[in-house]
């Protein structure tokens, strides 16, 4: 079974405009939620993270929303770059130090 | 700092044939992970390590997948017999015991196993 969900495997979007990334999960004992950007033929890396006890936390252009009520996840991108084009994973961290990731969403920023 | 360093980067083999993909964690992590990519799972764990020893092999598809961590600075993933579908990119990863921050999983560059 799949705890993790990203439904949206492709989006495209205007540089400058808002890039939105969506996350669904199932397992309520997840308690720290990450997202990861993977560029073509390198490992992914990680960008930015949030706990459980909070629902937002921002690092530049990037922000992670968490609704632990839906178990939902997004992480914004404004202003959205040509450079943040690579593919988006959320990741899920359990209590026994392991992450579940979801499928990807490939973002394409339009210059 | 060194980071996680997988090899080979690239590798092409007839299926039937053993591939063994390996991991240098970064030192001082004592949890190791392999996960393989592929378009419909996303990122899939196939097993992780804890100060050497196997925690979770529940990932791994099947008996022709083994995975071992003789120290705390190597690792493999054996494939025997390998088919075409084994086709992927195979990522090793390592973090920091008790540190639950995301940030410190990192992961290595990936292997990209092609079976023909």
């Known amino acids: 079974d799949q705890q993790v969900k990203q439904n949206s495997p492709s989006l495209s979007v205007q540089e400058g405009r808002i890039s939105i990334l969506n996350c669904d999960y199932t397992?309520?004992?997840?308690?720290?939620f990450l997202w990861y950007k993977k560029y073509p033929a390198e490992g992914p890396t990680f960008l930015i993270s949030i706990s459980s006890i909070k629902d937002k936390n921002e690092d530049g252009r990037f922000t992670v929303f968490l609704n632990k009520s839906a178990k939902h996840l997004s992480l914004h991108i404004v202003p959205s770059q040509p450079g943040d084009s690579a593919v988006y994973f959320c990741a899920f961290a359990d209590t026994g130090n392991q992450f579940y990731f979801g499928t990807g969403t490939s973002l394409t920023v339009i210059p | 700092d060194a980071g996680v360093i997988q090899s080979p980067r690239h590798e092409v083999t007839e299926m039937g044939q053993e591939v063994t993909l390996r991991c240098k964690p970064i030192s001082g992590h004592d949890y190791l992970f392999w996960y393989r990519q592929t378009m419909m799972r996303g990122l899939e764990l196939l097993i992780y390590f804890n100060n050497n020893v196997p925690i979770d092999d529940s990932g791994m598809p099947e008996d022709r997948f083994s995975a071992k961590m003789p120290n705390a600075s190597f690792s493999t993933l054996k494939i025997q017999p390998s088919e075409p579908r084994d086709s992927a990119v195979y990522f090793c990863?390592?973090?920091?015991?008790?540190?639950?921050?995301?940030?410190?999983?990192?992961f290595g560059e990936g292997s990209w196993l092609t079976v023909v």
């Open positions: 990863a390592s973090s920091r015991k008790g540190e639950y921050s995301g940030n410190t999983i990192y």
């Open positions: 397992n309520s004992m997840f308690d720290y």
